[in-house]
């Protein structure tokens, strides 16, 4: 099976590219909140998001400007193991992740469930570096980048699915690289 997604650009490097500016991280004050269609809302600070199973995970990165990177070494907690610690409601069927700067995105929950879907916190064994998503950004491989929020915050369970930031400005809600979803139409 071809690893590269039609016209992508495999690259060594890992570009910076996002939304605002790289906020403040500061661990005193900083919390995750997970919430929406839950049987148990949560709010966890760094340090107690940090004793959730930790899960290494060895995937392909890709942007939607069109460039690919393989191998990247993430670590951290699966979107699952957080959702088994919630409980969503059996009406939940999306969330939408919230980052600092009011940055979002949504997906299914049936893709965010994925083996391979992270709240990463460390990038090839060190502390992800803010500029790349950290202190927590969510690493979905199967899809284009801007899926992968970085700074993220907050996660809201919902019924309905909501339009993140790129989405409400033409890009496309599905953001297959494998289809070139790159827009939608």
Known sequence: MQRLPPNQRLTSNFPVLHFGKVPEFDKGTWDFCVEGLVENPVTLSYDEFLTLERT????????????????????????SDVAKLVMPKSNARFAT???????????????????????????EGKPLEPIHGGPLRLVVPKKYAYKCAKWVRRVVFTEKQELGYWEQRGYSNSADPWKEERYSY
């Open 56 to 79: 290494i995970d060895v995937s392909d990165f890709h942007c939607v400007t069109g460039w690919s990177r393989f191998d990247n070494k993430w670590e951290g907690v699966r979107f």
């Open 97 to 123: 992740i919230e980052a600092d700067g009011g940055y979002t995105t949504t997906l299914p929950l049936a893709e965010l469930m994925e083996p391979d879907v992270l709240f990463a916190y460390a990038f």
